[in-house]
């Protein structure tokens, strides 16, 4: 006799299968590399058979499953991804993997065992596939580690932390001037002043970190050019170890080295990838690109507590900068349970509380310093 908290579980379950599902299949649908696309759809076809067997316990249990439908999370990662492609979520929904990997591990259910081992598999799959161990294809592991850079340590992340940024550095400025009562004028220019330093200065840091990227990795592949040229054998022996350190048999390994020495230019590309992790087509990416892409997600965020003071004055401006500050660091925090998985009430509220925090103290600087001046 299944319990609430039994019935609960079951929900639980199907629903996380049911994400996986989506989300997996969305990946297949864009992936434009047909290896890949396979992949992703047989993760998929694991997930229906897992949500199969909950949405049966659910039966059993006397509880009507309705029509499956993804979460918001899921939606949203899906949205993401169709604008933005499927290196812009790949590093989320690995890191989802990741966490339900182990969501089976104390489930009471024998099936259970059998997908615990399936969850980290696809965890695997998506997370190790680059060292090989699951006895992935060289050319498959290169691609594989190539994605899982591209996504600049979570581009998604990136984008919601740079947006944090501008929302409360420049909602921290405006409340300080707004605190030392200033006209709202003033309080306009500051912050406008503030928003072109402080995502100026993301943006050149952004180039600074990207461009030095790219000289480094062109440097250490002309080095390796150099090598291959001149000591093929040990550039084959160095991949041939390379293989075996991933889990293939050394004579698969070997085997392996030598198709891959035999072109040199293929050789290059895969020694930059496998021995230095770099990715040759990419370098690390556009160091204008990002420059501008910091810039103006900075400028997003700073757009919530000055637009206000474009159109209002006096008190009434400064109440409803908090207001869609409010709104905006709602959002955010909102955006960060994508790849944490949190509550969105409990995420959202902490992220106002603490910038709203951050506007006090300097609201309560500036009317100090008012004060005093005064």
Do not use: C
């Amino acid at each position: 006799m299944s319990t609430s908290s039994d019935i609960s579980r079951y929900k639980e379950n199907w629903q996380r299968e049911i994400d996986g599902i989506t989300l997996y299949n969305k990946l297949a649908d864009l992936e434009k590399n047909p290896q890949m696309a396979e992949v992703y759809r047989k993760l998929a076809q694991s997930e229906e058979k897992h949500a199969a067997y909950w949405s049966n316990k659910l039966k059993e249990a006397g509880i009507e499953v309705s029509a499956s439908h993804p979460t918001w999370r899921t939606r949203t990662l899906s949205w993401l991804a169709d604008r933005f492609g499927v290196a812009f979520i790949l590093p989320t929904v690995t890191s989802h993997e990741r966490m339900d990997s182990q969501a089976y591990d104390n489930q009471p259910e024998s099936e259970a065992l059998a997908m615990s081992a399936d969850e980290k598999t696809h965890a695997r799959l998506l997370t190790a596939a680059s060292a090989g161990t699951m006895g992935v294809s060289g050319s498959m592991v290169a691609q594989l580690e190539g994605r899982h850079r591209a996504g600049g340590g979570n581009a998604l992340r990136a984008a919601v932390l740079g947006a944090n940024d501008g929302l409360v550095s420049i909602l921290s400025l405006v409340m300080g001037v707004a605190g030392a009562n200033l006209a709202s004028k003033d309080v306009l220019i500051a912050g406008l002043a503030g928003l072109l330093a402080g995502a100026g200065s993301m943006a050149m840091g952004e180039w600074l970190s990207v461009q030095s990227s790219r000289e480094l990795y062109t440097k250490q592949i002309s080095i390796e050019k150099e090598e291959l040229e001149t000591n093929p054998e040990e550039e084959k022996e160095e991949l041939n170890l390379i293989y075996q350190s991933k889990g293939l048999p050394e004579d698969q390994a070997s085997r392996l080295a030598q198709q891959i020495i035999i072109n040199k230019n293929s050789a290059l590309d895969t020694l930059a990838r496998e021995e230095l992790g770099i990715d040759p087509k990419e370098l690390g990416g556009s160091a204008v690109e990002a420059a501008v892409t910091s810039f103006f997600l900075f400028a997003v965020g700073a757009f919530f507590p000055l637009i206000p003071y474009v159109f209002l004055t006096g008190n009434l401006a400064m109440y409803v900068s908090l207001g869609l500050s409010a709104v905006g660091l709602f959002l955010i925090g909102s955006a960060i349970t994508l790849f944490t998985g949190k509550n969105v009430l409990y995420s959202g509220t902490r992220q106002v509380l603490i910038g709203m925090a951050a506007a006090g103290l300097t609201y309560g600087v500036g009317k100090l310093v008012g004060v005093s001046v005064g």
